[in-house]
């Protein structure tokens, strides 16, 4: 018997979101958007602080969490441009993002940013919470690119 693949954080969020788009209308006829924004941004959130802890388990510097952008990026994900990789700086434009373009195919662009944008600061606060994270743009919010950088907080 063939060993199975483990799937690719792409594919994961696949899942999801098609599972979510189901969901979308029957939950929007019951609750309003703005309150179904919140309420799934906090679950998912919560989700990706829980992931960070989990992957902090064998080492939480910020040369270990370069593993964790690496699966970010499997099987074609994420398309990056790096800047900077010093011991106290890891800074890259993502120049093309799978997520952005799975999300606009689904029909879901405008969750786009909830359902995946905004846990990278939420697995990065469970992996180290004396890291921080500024991102000012994002291709999902059509930008040319996402701009991250990760640091050790001041």
Known sequence: MAKKRPITLLERREIEATFFKTLLGPLLEKISEEDLREAVGKALCQA?????????????????????????????????????DSPDCLRFNVTRCAYAELYERLGLKEWGTVLSCDRDFAVLEGFNDGLELTRPKTLMEDKEHCNYCYRPKK
Not at 65 to 72: E, Q, T
């Open 48 to 84: 990706a602080h829980e992931a960070g802890q989990a992957a902090a388990r064998d080492g939480n510097s910020l040369e270990d969490f370069k593993k964790v952008i690496r699966g970010w990026a499997e099987g074609g994900a994420l398309e990056m441009d790096e800047l900077e």
